[in-house]
């Protein structure tokens, strides 16, 4: 193949620019310059050398006259195969706009006021979910026939059934680490039996309920935003609508309730596999045995300890569950929402977790519990 | 030079233990229009899948250009795939991509232009497509079914394609817009000289631009030709198809 090329010459007192080789996408990446032609001169384009011409190549070569000054209105092309022909006229007449309209600034201030607005929407657009589905579970109270078990049960499973393992594994380490941390200071002082107190506190007063909680808003939040996200893409929500049953019924209460009753549970795990972490650090590295443990923690571990953590569970999971079930219906109709909503879901939860947490520990600490 | 665009020989397929082809096999030359029709469940669009390399039949050959698909290196493969262009069923625009965007997309790809000019050879692609240009700086959520097949068409189209493969192009549009769709296919291939094999169900495309039809029935070709010649052929699903339209037409 010869190369691609374009010369410009005087024939007649006329300027004439031959063309020569292919000009096809591939090779129009590496052009040699061309020479200026007088602005605005009348240009005559000898198309008999090119060999081959395709879409790109005809706008190129249109766009290198233009740009070497021709006048494109009195553009005159001879010798172009009938073929190639058909291109150039199809091309010169889908000639996109040279000039572009400028971005949209993206200053600070701009980025401030649009975030503000989206916060204030984001707000609004919470309490209307949390006003139909108040409306939803005052209907369900009324006439509880309408409640969806098997969803629910199905939810239980996915939500409460295969969170288990994984449960019960992070808290069990939680346990060991805290054990094994409080148990090296404690040795200084020969304090080993309080490691059981610090333990029992820790594991079920913090520790496990706000893991657990962590977790399943990892785990079972993203599924839930993932799962009516996509089913929204679907149209299958509007589906549901249009055949009369409320999305919020068939959907969102029975994962929000299978989260209230199922995190309370994963926590009483949780408290199970954290005091048995301790239990078993403390034998291997303080010499404290298991009937020492257990009477200590049988002394010390008071009842409210217990229900302070459990108790904590249920309204993490009612967070959980809204954000997660909220997110997942406001997904807009396109793959890139699903993944920016799954992850605004499980920060959000986090950061909900985090913060009522810590209001708990006040309410907790000015009650005296 | 007169060597087939595309040659289908023998081709099997078993999805799920389901029999789909049992020896397709089909010829496509060099700047033909041709469209693949038949049944629900015929295997119209694994066989597209097939000869764009995305589902491996278990026996057969699929040649595009004279070269082995199934056969071909991952660069084979790669230098191949920039010779056609494919538009799916629903479009399948990137969603986090302008169209802009979307159509630059390959040429960013596979060219070492600068940026500035895939998106100016895009915007000639949207066109192309008959887009208007307000459509290049909008998200494929924000357009209407129709162009977002022609958004789609102009992707097909970015790279300048020998080869284009459409899957259902004129399904869900209304049938203006779909006459608009088939005449702007039509005027594409007969300008640039493209090759075009597209699997339909719409009566009305297969009368306005096909060169030739294809038809497939119980995982063989039951037959090709024009529309007139298809209508000869005895079959239950062929009268079928061909009459709804004609009787009303008579």
Do not use: Y
């Given at each position: 193949m010869a190369e691609?090329?374009?010369?410009?010459?005087?024939?007649?007192?006329?300027?004439?620019?031959?063309?020569?080789?292919?000009?096809?996408?591939?090779?129009?990446?590496?052009?040699?310059?061309?020479?200026?032609?007088?602005?605005?001169?009348?240009?005559?384009?000898?198309?008999?050398?090119?060999?081959?011409?395709?879409?790109?190549?005809?706008?190129?070569?249109?766009?290198?006259?233009?740009e070497a000054g021709a006048d494109p209105g009195r553009l005159q092309v001879r010798g172009l195969a009938d073929r190639l022909q058909q291109v150039w006229t199809l091309v010169a007449e889908h000639q996109p706009d040279s000039q572009r309209t400028p971005e949209p600034r993206r200053g600070l201030l701009r980025q401030l006021g649009l975030g503000t607005v989206m916060l204030g929407r984001h707000m609004q657009g919470f309490t209307n979910f949390v006003g139909r589905l108040a409306a939803e579970v005052y209907r369900l109270v009324r006439g509880p026939g309408g409640f969806r078990y098997r969803e629910f049960v199905a939810q239980m499973e996915a939500v409460f059934v295969y969170a288990i393992p994984i449960s019960l594994a992070m808290i069990f380490l939680m346990g060991v680490v805290f054990a094994y941390l409080m148990g090296v200071q404690a040795q200084k002082f020969g304090a080993n039996i309080y490691v059981v107190d610090g333990v029992?506190?820790?594991?079920?007063?913090?520790?496990?309920?706000?893991?657990?909680?962590?977790?399943?808003?990892?785990?079972?939040?993203?599924?839930?935003?993932?799962?009516?996200?996509?089913?929204?893409?679907?149209?299958?929500?509007?589906?549901?609508?249009v055949l009369g049953l409320s999305p919020y019924a068939v959907l969102v209460l029975p994962r929000v309730l299978a989260l209230v009753l199922a995190l309370?549970?994963?926590?009483?795990?949780?408290?199970?596999?954290?005091?048995?972490?301790?239990?078993?650090?403390?034998k291997a590295q303080l010499g404290l045995e298991f009937s020492q443990y257990w009477d200590r923690l049988d002394s010390v571990l008071k009842m409210s300890t217990f229900?302070?953590?459990?108790?904590?569970?249920?309204?993490?999971?009612?967070?959980?569950?809204?954000?997660?079930?909220?997110?997942?219906?406001?997904?807009?109709?396109d793959a890139r929402s699903v993944g920016l909503n799954t992850t605004s879901t499980v920060v959000q939860s986090i950061v909900a977790i985090i913060v009522l947490n810590a209001i708990f520990a006040i309410i907790f600490v000015e009650l005296d519990i | 030079m007169d060597e087939p665009v595309i040659e289908v020989s023998e081709v099997v397929t078993r999805l799920g233990g389901t029999l789909i082809h049992n020896g397709v096999s089909l010829e496509v030359a060099r700047g033909e229009v041709i469209a693949l029709i038949g049944g629900s469940?015929?295997?119209?669009?694994?066989?597209?899948?097939?000869?764009?390399?995305?589902?491996?039949p278990q026996a057969g050959s699929i040649r595009l250009f004279g070269q082995d698909v199934w056969k071909a290196s991952e660069t084979e493969l790669m230098a191949l795939r920039r010779r056609f262009g494919v538009l799916f069923q629903d479009g399948a625009l990137f969603s986090s991509l302008t169209v802009e965007q979307n159509v630059a997309a390959p040429l960013r790809e596979h060219t070492d232009l600068p940026v500035q000019e895939c998106l100016e050879l895009a915007r000639l692609k949207i066109s192309l497509a008959g887009l208007p240009a307000s459509a290049c700086r909008k998200m494929p959520s924000e357009l209407s079914g129709g162009m977002r097949k022609r958004a789609a068409l102009a992707r097909a189209l970015a790279l300048d394609p020998e080869l284009l493969f459409?899957?259902?192009?004129?399904?869900?549009?209304?049938?203006?817009?779909?006459?608009?769709f088939d005449r702007l296919i039509r005027l594409l291939s007969d300008s640039l000289g493209l090759t075009v094999f597209l699997v339909t169900h719409d009566l009305d495309t297969l009368l306005v631009m096909v060169d030739r039809i294809i038809a497939l029935s119980q995982g063989k070709v039951l037959g090709q030709g024009t529309v007139d010649e298809l209508r000869k052929i005895n079959d239950k699903w062929l009268q079928d198809y061909f009459s709804a339209r004609y009787e009303e037409r008579a």
């Open positions: 691609t090329g374009l010369r410009i010459r005087q024939e007649d007192g006329r300027t004439v620019a031959h063309a020569e080789g292919p000009w096809v996408l591939a090779r129009i990446g590496k052009l040699p310059a061309l020479p200026a032609i007088a602005a605005g001169a009348e240009v005559v384009l000898d198309g008999s050398a090119i060999e081959s011409l395709d879409p790109s190549g005809a706008h190129t070569l249109m766009k290198r006259l233009r029992a506190a820790a594991v079920l007063r913090e520790l496990s309920p706000v893991i657990v909680a962590i977790l399943v808003a990892g785990r079972s939040g993203a599924a839930i935003t993932a799962q009516l996200g996509t089913m929204k893409v679907n149209e299958e929500i509007d589906a549901l609508s309370p549970l994963l926590v009483f795990l949780g408290d199970a596999a954290g005091l048995l972490g301790g239990m078993m650090v403390a229900l302070v953590g459990v108790g904590k569970a249920p309204v993490f999971a009612v967070f959980i569950g809204l954000i997660a079930c909220r997110m997942g219906l406001s997904v807009a109709r | 469940g015929t295997g119209k669009s694994v066989l597209l899948k097939e000869i764009i390399g995305l589902i491996r459409l899957d259902e192009p004129t399904s869900g549009l209304d049938p203006i817009s779909a006459r608009a």
